[in-house]
């Protein structure tokens, strides 16, 4: 048909999930005569053409029909633009170790079945039961008590303990096959009562983990699709892992070649879970990632002076802070993908790390002391060594005693959003401890905020071996929040981090249960 037959042409664009072109269908009327009275009837005769994305739609029995197939069924609809980047690869490696996991469960599991008794015909069926109750309590108290205890740092610290669970797996699956090698009694009672708690401890830190992982993995409200497509993904492959294990439980029966077979697969597993916690990065700031991201930032900043920050006030002209240079000037804060490259799996609790990047020298990371955030008001009048542990009660009331200047902590944030004091751990120690006391008004930016004034305050203070004292800090204190306020400048290392793709809505920096302050200040 010539092109000149042809007129009246509509596009229509047909989109999936994620708005992402699927095909194209391009309808033309044509000006063909109808051939009979019935076709006369219908009207107009149209033409429509069917443009696929690849260049030649595949034919229904071809090996791209059945990856098609595979991915409708596997991952999410709208794969890959319905999820993150990442997700393809931790989903790799979180299925290899599944499967391994799959298969050192089978060997575990036959040694617990020998442990209670399996094939000895001197064994009761009611001690097993009883053995199993004993277990499965002692796992059910374990698990009120550990998501008691972690339960709010679950999801700011979710790559630790999706790799801390499994850790708490392999280490129950040890204690399973050790367990027909311990005398029957309260020693082997003692063992998979052991088991029992970690397998426990496992279920709590890894569903957890993995449900905080969904939701960064998910994009555009498909969170319950995200984790019911994991669901089908850890099916199959556990399918597949009790397949090729039955085969290896038949075969490896020996002492020696279970033992090796176990701890190979354990190995094999961790690593794997390494891998996939390594390939996640996270778009929140959690403490750890708020070190690396701030510290590199304030670093770069070439309006920071930490020296002439950790000054007194006589020679306060000496570098005046009026005269800062234009944050344009530094280079862009790290990307999610680069810190996920630096930051560890295993951090300690609160600390405060700067991250030292200049171009001559490999990164460093200074230990500048600890920070607890969003601590109760009790607690942070505690922080100065000087302070009384004791209170005189009076009824239900009581009175504590502490040399944290209040009065002066409360003039200086009085615009802000939380309070923040320092104090040395030690006498000619140059590590500090700070508290960060959170007012009912902070959101999730005010703490960001506070995080970086404890991490530029701790900085300046580490530089300063002076001993004067309250004096100092408190000058410190305010010369480096003024610097953080003057021009907006904490404001715009906010915008560039959300234009280098973090999420700074999101708070991810407590660990432990929040507290908040209602200030009231009487004259």
């Given at each position: ?63 791209m ?24 690869p ?9 499967f ?10 036959r ?42 740092a ?51 830190a ?84 708020a ?43 790290p ?36 920070c ?5 008001l ?6 100065s ?62 703490q ?15 530089l300063?071996m ?58």
């Amino acid at each position: 048909m010539a092109i000149s037959d042809l007129r009246n042409t509509i596009t229509f664009t047909e989109v999936d999930d994620t708005n992402n072109p699927t095909a194209t269908y391009v309808y033309s009327e044509t000006q063909e005569q109808p051939n009979s009275p019935h076709e006369k009837s219908l009207g107009k005769r149209g033409r429509v053409d069917v443009m696929h994305p690849s260049s030649t739609p595949p034919s229904p029995w071809s090996p791209m029909t059945f990856v098609n197939l595979l991915v409708d069924v596997f991952l999410p609809s709208g794969y890959p633009h319905s999820v993150t980047d990442d997700y393809l690869p931790y989903q790799i490696f979180d299925s290899l170790q599944a499967f391994c996991s799959s298969i050192a469960g089978l060997l575990s599991s036959r040694a617990v079945l020998q442990g209670v008794g399996v094939g000895n015909a001197d064994a009761s069926p009611t001690s097993a039961l009883l053995l199993h109750i004993l277990q499965d309590s002692s796992g059910r108290i374990a698990t009120i008590l550990f998501a008691h205890r972690v339960g709010t740092a679950l999801e700011p610290e979710c790559k630790m303990y999706r790799l801390a669970a499994d850790v708490f797996n392999d280490v129950a699956m040890v204690l399973d096959c050790l367990s027909p090698m311990i005398p029957a009694g309260v020693g082997r009672i003692g063992v998979l009562s052991a088991a029992g708690v970690l397998r426990a401890l496992c279920g709590v830190a890894g569903g957890s983990s993995k449900a905080s992982l969904s939701a960064h993995f998910a994009r555009g409200g498909n969170l319950a699709e995200v984790n019911a497509k994991d669901s089908s993904q850890e099916t199959i492959i556990s399918l597949i892992g009790m397949l090729v294990g039955s085969f290896v439980v038949s075969r490896v029966t020996s002492f020696a070649a279970t033992w090796a077979g176990l701890l190979l697969l354990l190995s094999v597993h961790l690593g794997m879970n390494y891998a996939a916690v390594r390939a996640v990065q996270m778009t929140s700031l959690n403490r750890q990632r708020a070190n690396i991201v701030f510290s590199t930032m304030l670093e770069a900043d070439p309006a920071l002076d930490l020296h002439s920050l950790g000054l007194s006030r006589e020679t306060d002209h000496a570098t005046p802070l009026s005269r800062q240079p234009s944050l344009s000037t530094s280079r862009p804060p790290p990307t999610p993908a680069a810190v996920s490259k630096q930051e560890k799996i295993f951090e300690s609790d609160g600390i405060l790390k700067w991250t030292s990047t200049s171009t001559s020298a490999p990164t460093k990371c200074l230990v500048l002391g600890s920070c607890q955030i969003g601590i109760s008001l009790d607690r942070f009048l505690r922080l100065s060594s000087t302070s009384t542990s004791t209170s005189t009660r009076m009824g239900p009331s009581a009175s504590l005693k502490t040399t944290v200047p209040m009065p002066e902590l409360s003039t200086h944030f009085a615009k802000e959003d939380y309070l923040l004091f320092l104090v040395r751990r030690g006498a000619h120690a140059r590590a500090w401890d700070a508290g960060l006391l959170l007012k009912n008004s902070c959101s999730a930016r005010s703490q960001l905020k506070a995080w970086t004034h404890a991490l530029l305050a701790a900085r300046v203070l580490y530089l300063s071996m002076s001993e004067e004292g309250d004096g100092q800090i408190l000058d410190v204190i305010a010369r480096t929040l003024d610097f953080l306020n003057r021009d907006a400048r904490f404001e715009q290392y906010l915008q560039s981090l959300e234009d280098a793709g973090w999420d700074v809505a999101i708070a991810a920096l407590e660990t432990r249960s929040k507290r908040r302050i209602v200030v009231d200040k009487h004259r």
